[in-house]
């Protein structure tokens, strides 16, 4: 057990972990379906850092309703744009709005052949499986230019998120969420991190510690996605 600005971090994890964290998510309705007209600043920043590589084609993994799709949309208007998520609901809804979104989870992702897409991301999503690392490890292979996490990420902090037992703090996070290393996929790849900048997402739990991990298979210069934040 170890300490982040109170909030506890355990490695000792059950060998159902992983199903458990898959069961909840696919039946849990806690996230909103979509941003509404007022989008948060971090959703903006992320869908105009995506923008900025100019992709043709882009894939969310951990879609939910595709309120994120949504923002690219309008950013992207000729880009094929599709995700997966392991909520059924949640793709139910978004499917009906005419996103190109399908029910599963990682294992979706062996279909695809390398290359497949100029870019996929995560927002949230791997900070919600116990092992981050083979699906990091499928969305670098089947992404022709770039991969894009937006997770929470400190150095030299990993482990399961206890939740604090007061239901009332305003620290508490969502069951089943972790902290992992996404800096060592840049060692055991191709891909080199391009970008790298902390967003926070709101000022209590983990929310200070979302960054920006931009992956990037192709060498290109990092001054647009840098600009892209700053506008
Ligand atoms: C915190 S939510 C973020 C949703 C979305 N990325 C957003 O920003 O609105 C985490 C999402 O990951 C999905 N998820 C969790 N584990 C998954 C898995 N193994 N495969 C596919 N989706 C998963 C959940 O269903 C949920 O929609």
Known sequence: MSELDGIRLTTDLGPSETEDAKQFWRQTELMGKSYGARPPEYALKIARLIAAGQPES?????????????????????????GVDINAASIRFGRSRGFDIWVGDERILAGFPDNSWDLTFTISVLDHVPDHRPIANELLRVSRKYMLLYEPCVRGRVGKIEEPERASDDRRVVPYSYLHNYYELGDTSDARLLLDESIPVKPTGVGPYYRAMLFSKVSVDAEPFHRALTE
């Open 58 to 82: 882009v894939f969310e993994f951990g879609c939910n309703a595709g309120r994120n799709l949504e923002q690219l949309r309008t950013l992207l208007p000729s880009a094929r744009l599709a």
